[in-house]
């Protein structure tokens, strides 16, 4: 069992930033791909960036690339979500999920771990 909690986030101007962070607790994290999500009043739950268990592969989605970096650290069993140059679009409550092995997913059902989750609100 993998236990995983986000901090960071809040209320932000457009334009602003934001750094998430997702510590996780329980089985060897460096075992774990490691992935963000979002989801947004009444609509489905969104892939936003993922990273593989040594940080060497990261995946984004189109709409927050050169703006979200994903990155790990697995000494300190964390994963962070760096978010620059926010929209208001990018409002949502944003979840990390771990997936066992050394793969990445874009898919939510492949998620084994996810944490309840931090609110992100960017006014414009």
């Known amino acids: 069992q993998v236990q995983l909690v986000e901090s960071g986030g809040g209320l932000v101007q457009a334009g602003g930033s934001l750094r998430l962070s997702c510590a996780a607790s329980?089985?060897?994290?460096?075992?774990?791909?490691m992935g963000w999500f979002r989801q947004a009043p009444g609509k489905e739950r969104e892939f936003v960036a993922a990273?593989?268990?040594?940080?060497?592969?990261?995946y984004y989605l189109d709409s927050v690339k050169g703006r979200f970096t994903i990155f790990r650290d697995n000494a300190k069993n964390t994963v962070y979500l760096q978010m620059n140059s926010l929209k208001p679009e990018d409002t949502a409550v944003y979840l990390c999920?771990?997936?066992?092995?050394?793969?990445?997913?874009?898919?939510?059902?492949?998620?084994?771990?996810w944490g309840q989750g931090t609110q992100v609100t960017v006014s414009s």
């Open positions: 990273i593989s268990v040594t940080g060497g592969s990261r």
């Open positions: 329980g089985r060897t994290f460096s075992n774990y791909a």
């Open positions: 999920a771990g997936r066992r092995g050394v793969l990445t997913s874009r898919a939510v059902d492949e998620y084994d771990y």
